[in-house]
């Protein structure tokens, strides 16, 4: 990483910081409103009064690769939706396309269980690899989706064309799915078959509406904070273009 990364980085959690104090000092949340979440809550309480569970599909994607950050936010999301519904009779169930994501998201809801006192309940085959390639990924979670009283779809994270069939099942149940991925493929498929699409960045505001902590809220302003920047840096950067080439 060059200094100037590693300034920019530096930069970054700086402004979190102080979005993180400033939560601190003030009551309230100033989010603006994604109703994709608030049904996703609903959904929630659905699970844990009628004994269903919640599926939470988080991609195939290697934690390796730029491509991480959309698996994050779904083990995120995982973690939050495992934490409320924890008095359920079926505990939520998560699917990958990857060992390591599935590995992951064990640890996660073993994690999750044992800091509520609940350890009992965890089971290995609640974090499952449905499939190692994107359709028999897509296969082997429809077949979940259908098959184990699923109430809630969750998708956050790498998706190709074989979100269509994923998002397809959960039509086919009419319960809802709520959808968002990382790619371009993946976003155009979502937006004509999810129930709730969650177009671009707001996949990973996924933690902080369902109540991660301070820190995911703070993350949220300084995306926004960092997307003015770059606004004002690309209009300004015209600007003088433009004053360049009437002085010449």
Avoid: C
């Avoid at 970054?12 to 109703?35: C, E, H, S, T, Y």
């Avoid at 939706?81 to 060992?99: F, K, L, M, R, Y």
């Amino acid at each position: 990483m060059d200094i100037g990364m590693l300034f920019i980085v530096m930069l970054f959690v700086g402004v979190m910081l102080f979005f993180a104090n400033q939560a601190r000092r003030q009551k309230g949340r100033n989010l603006r409103d994604i109703p994709a979440f608030y049904k996703l809550q609903g959904a929630l309480e659905v699970a844990v009064e009628d004994g269903t569970r919640l599926h939470v599909a988080i991609g195939r994607s290697d934690i390796t690769s730029p491509q991480s950050a959309a698996a994050l936010v779904g083990l995120s999301m995982l973690r939050r939706i495992a934490t409320v519904a924890s008095e359920s009779d079926n505990p939520p169930v998560s699917t990958s396309g990857n060992g390591l994501l599935a590995i992951l998201a064990q640890d996660t809801l073993r994690a999750t269980y044992s800091q509520l006192g609940l350890f009992g309940a965890f089971e290995n085959d609640l974090g499952r690899v449905t499939g190692l390639t994107p359709f028999s990924y897509a296969a082997g979670t429809i077949h979940l989706i259908r098959d184990e009283e699923v109430s809630g779809n969750v998708m956050a994270g790498t998706f190709g064309e074989e979100a269509a069939l994923i998002a397809g099942a959960g039509e086919r149940r009419q319960i809802l799915t709520l959808a968002g991925s990382d790619t371009l493929t993946g976003q155009a498929v979502l937006v004509a078959t999810a129930h709730e699409p969650l177009i671009g960045e707001e996949l990973y505001a996924g933690g902080s509406y369902l109540g991660a902590g301070a820190m995911h809220d703070a993350s949220l302003h300084a995306q926004d904070v960092a997307r003015w920047l770059v606004a004002l840096g690309l209009i300004g950067g015209a600007l003088l273009g433009l004053l360049g080439g009437l002085a010449g």
